[in-house]
């Protein structure tokens, strides 16, 4: 990471890091578990790299992942407030009342019935077109009708 001037956080978000990241992990990993960096935009955030670590700060109760509660006015990225509110946003209490509302649309059967449903299906290669009164295999370019 290229060292900074004193009162800005270095930004290890670079083209390389890009092309990639897994190096640049390795180096952080070795320097420190916790480091506090830029994202490329400027807004600062603390980058955790050892598994048993972000777990631990998962469930530490002082910590928050919803950005309505970050002291430094980190907003995150532009999303509208529909798409921001979602489960991976949201602290304990409110991820668990969420999990609970939704986790019945995604039993095993239900999911089962969702990728039936989404199978591909035949397609009817030869059509009869108003007008023609035969098979054919060419649609009109103008043709309201649609192909499958």
């Known amino acids: 990471m290229t060292r900074v001037p004193e009162g800005h956080l270095p930004q290890p978000f670079d083209a390389a890091f890009l092309d990639n990241p897994y190096p640049r992990y390795a180096q952080l990993r070795e320097e420190s578990a916790v480091h506090r960096v830029a994202l490329p935009d400027g807004s600062p955030i603390w980058l955790v790299l050892r598994e048993e670590d972000v777990r631990a700060g998962l469930a530490d109760p002082r910590l928050s992942v919803n950005k309505r509660d970050s002291g430094t006015g980190y907003k995150g990225f532009s999303l ?68 499958w």
Request: proline share 12%.
């Open 80 to 147: 509208p407030p529909a798409l921001d509110a979602n489960l991976l946003n949201t602290d304990p209490e409110d991820h668990q009342r969420l999990r609970r509302l939704v986790s019945k649309a995604f039993t095993a059967r239900r999911v089962r019935a969702c990728a039936e449903a989404s199978r591909p299906r035949p397609t009817v290669s030869r059509m009869t077109w108003p007008g023609k009164g035969a098979e054919t295999s060419s649609r009109p370019s103008h043709s309201p009708y649609r192909s």
